[in-house]
């Protein structure tokens, strides 16, 4: 049977149809995607789901009551009747949705259990779903005709100011607590309030098309498109917050590792710290690891520490005096910012830094400072880094590491200079000669000179002129001893000193032993000197009391040359 209508009403209805039909099945595949999805917070995924499955059906509804409508037959009425109560129905369900999910999104758990307002909505909606089921059966806002053709009753505008008192209370709360969403949110959750609001106000004077059911449907599509948005922000933060935990972690895997190395070095301090370098290279990638500590009295440099990559030349014995006007820059952007970071060596060209960076073939560089309190007492730094360029949060965190490394590097070398080194003349002590005797008693030496040295006339010096005069003649002695023996001479006793020289051939041992007898003489020192060299010392004690016997034997002759001849 084929039923004809004017025109104008059938275009009308076929445009309202499709608009309808289309939106229903834009929600169908929305709300297939927030089901599939799991990306989103699980109560605001849930929600806007439900928005978008009774907004689907709705507008599916909505079109089979346009499309049976004016149908006298069985179909028409069960069809009219059925898709019209669930139009009125599902609007008051998805207004339902929507309060929970922009509850979901603006408030605290605490908040929505306290909320007047958020009671209130929910009441609303519940009597307004209510009021539907009652008209269903007692015709309250709508009748039919015979043709199935449906009309609004004189309540008709119940149905309305009901979900707006929901709505106006939902916009309040939107309005309040605005600040806790994005602004593309606001508006979109806004559009949902002010499009039914502006399609309602018109469809009380004017029925024609589905206007309310067009504009929640519109309402839907913008929401779903700023959700997918904001979740591609959000997933996005995600990843860069993940990118950035990664990156700390890395960071802190390497921290542990350089403590480790500077904890697991024992009393070597310097081996710590190059192993503690090999790691910072290899975490940047760079050429050249390196510390520096500053010598204020001298306004100077120097290199004490450096790691390099195979490959690259070792620089460290060429920057033992760095002027310190030439990283003058450097000092100032350690002040200033905490970092010093070269991003290229072009931007120093034309200064001596420039010169000296270019020789080291350095192209890039970043370095921290390490402080003793608030002064600068050196530097940490990479040569031409290629990964974290950019960022020293590494270096930085290990500033206080190195810099404690370094102080207790001058805390060992003082408890040297006090257990190994003689206070009145520098040179080591009997301590540091007791340890090289213990040495050579485990190791067969090679090439070894020995000297066994005992001042003349010490006491006769202390008894007549004090022991200043003595000690001035000690201090002679042993300035003799280092300009001949650097490094080599021990005071093992008041007026007795012994040099180990290993390894050594036995010409240039004897010539030294000649330059040390010139040499008292240059200080005014008389000294007896016992001298003895030997290609293999398995026993060094016993090649000692050899040297020491010959000093014996001088010490007779000089005596017996200086008894006045009868």
């Not at 129905?89 to 999104?105: G, N, P, S």
């Not at 309250?140 to 979900?163: E, G, K, Q």
């Not at 939902?170 to 039914?196: E, K, N």
């Not at 979740?231 to 403590?259: F, G, P, W, Y």
């Amino acid at each position: 049977m084929i039923y004809t209508k004017g025109g104008d009403r059938m275009s009308r209805e076929i445009v309202n149809s499709v608009l309808l039909l289309w939106g229903s099945l834009f929600c169908a595949v929305s709300s297939l995607y927030f089901w599939i999805t799991k990306n989103y917070r699980t109560e605001k995924r849930g929600w806007i789901y439900r928005m978008q499955v009774s907004t689907s059906v709705l507008l599916f509804c909505d079109a089979m009551t346009n499309l049976f409508r004016g149908r006298p037959d069985l179909l028409g009425f069960w069809m009219v009747r059925i898709s019209n109560f669930f139009n009125f129905f599902l609007v008051e369900l998805t207004l339902l949705f929507f309060h929970y999910y922009i509850c979901a999104m603006l408030l605290t758990p605490e908040e929505n259990a306290a909320l007047k307002r958020v009671k209130a909505v929910r009441a609303i909606c519940c009597v307004g779903l209510a009021l539907v089921v009652v008209s269903q059966f007692t015709g309250l806002y709508y009748t039919f005709d015979a043709s199935n053709v449906y009309h609004r009753t004189a309540w008709y505008p119940i149905s309305m100011i009901v979900p707006v008192v929901a709505m106006a209370l939902d916009g309040s709360l939107l309005l309040q607590y605005r600040v806790r969403i994005s602004r593309g949110m606001f508006l979109a959750t806004g559009s949902y309030l002010v499009l039914p609001l502006l399609a309602i106000s018109i469809q009380i004077v004017h029925y024609g098309l589905a206007l309310v059911d067009l504009a929640i449907g519109a309402a839907m599509v913008l929401m779903f498109l700023v959700s997918i948005k904001e979740q591609n922000e959000e997933m996005l933060r995600l990843e860069t917050s993940r990118a950035h935990l990664a990156e700390k972690l890395d960071i802190a895997t390497v921290l542990n590792r350089c403590v480790e190395k500077l904890s697991g070095g024992g009393h070597d301090l310097d081996k710590a710290t190059h192993d503690l370098l090999g790691v910072i290279n290899d975490y940047f990638c760079a050429d050249r690891s390196y510390v520096y500590e500053l010598n204020a009295a001298n306004g100077i440099a120097v290199n004490t520490h450096e790691f390099v990559r195979d490959g690259v030349s070792a620089e460290k014995d060429n920057l033992q005096k760095v002027p310190v006007e030439i990283i003058a820059s450097w000092l100032e952007a350690f002040e200033r910012d905490g970092i010093y970071f070269m991003e290229d060596v072009g931007q120093v060209k034309g200064t001596e830094l420039y010169a000296m960076m270019r020789q080291q073939n350095v192209q890039r560089l970043l370095a921290v400072p390490l402080r003793r309190e608030t002064r600068i007492i050196g530097f940490l730094g990479v040569d031409n880094p290629r990964e974290h360029s950019h960022d020293p949060t590494l270096l930085s965190s290990l500033q206080f590491f190195v810099t404690n490394s370094l102080e207790q590097k001058k805390v060992q070398e003082k408890l040297y200079r006090l257990s190994y080194r003689d206070t009145l003349t520098g040179l080591d002590n009997r301590n540091r000669y007791m340890e090289l005797l213990e040495a050579g008693k485990e190791n067969a030496l090679k090439q070894v000179g020995g000297i066994y040295m005992d001042l003349n006339g010490l006491k006769r010096c202390n008894d007549c002129f004090g022991h200043a005069a003595g000690d001035a003649l000690i201090c002679r002695a042993a300035d003799a001893l280092n300009d001949v023996f650097p490094g080599e001479a021990c005071r093992i006793g008041g007026d007795e000193f012994v040099v180990i020289c290993c390894p050594v051939t036995q010409e240039k041992f004897e010539q030294q032993v000649e330059a040390l007898r010139a040499a008292l003489v240059r200080h005014q020192v008389d000294a007896a000197i016992g001298s003895f060299w030997q290609s293999l010392v398995e026993d060094l004690p016993a090649f000692l009391r050899e040297a020491d016997d010959r000093m014996y034997r001088e010490k007779e002759r000089q005596k017996r040359a200086a008894r006045p001849s009868v």
